[in-house]
């Protein structure tokens, strides 16, 4: 690691400080969300197919992103939470218990736009699969983000499954 590691990747592509943008607080060692104790992040890509579109056959590039805030043995203690909408246009399953508690104790999934109820049907079979004492409570409504991928990706063919 070099001493401008909190200015560049390791891509070497600039980051937000580079550019004089100031956050507060220091990065920690990797200048990574997995600098914070407790706190896994896994991820699935999906790529095929060449080409003009094809709905339902691709090109497919697009995939989920899962976040999970604390350690397994961990994950029915809530963690505190809060929202921000950059436009107002992006789908955010769970936002709304996040705004009435401030808190929640599921994974936190990231994938394309049509694919957000996939994602959060997927971390619910997960977690009572995984860790079914975080759902003692008899229900579960885990956090799924979206971000439109359609640019790239046969976003209409629904690969996630």
């Not at 079914?132 to 409504?141: F, H, I």
């Amino acid at each position: 690691m070099t001493d401008n590691h909190h200015q560049t990747t390791p891509s070497g592509r600039l980051r937000a400080r580079a550019f004089g943008i100031c956050f507060d607080g220091t990065p920690g060692p990797f200048n990574a969300i997995t600098d914070v104790a407790g706190v896994a992040v896994g991820y699935s890509t999906l790529i095929s197919g060449d080409g003009a579109l094809v709905v339902g056959k691709g090109p497919v590039r697009t995939g989920v992103t899962a976040i999970l805030p604390r350690p397994r043995a961990e994950m029915a203690t809530p963690v505190f939470a809060g929202i921000f909408s950059q436009n107002g246009n992006g789908e955010l399953t769970g936002s709304h218990i996040i705004e009435e508690t401030g808190a929640f104790n599921f994974p936190i999934t990231i994938t394309n736009t049509h694919s957000c109820g996939v994602s959060r049907d997927a971390t619910l079979r997960w977690m009572q699969r995984v860790l079914p004492a975080a759902l003692d409570s008899g229900w579960g409504l885990p956090v799924a983000a979206e971000t439109y991928d359609g640019f790239l990706n046969d976003i209409n063919g629904h690969h996630l499954r």
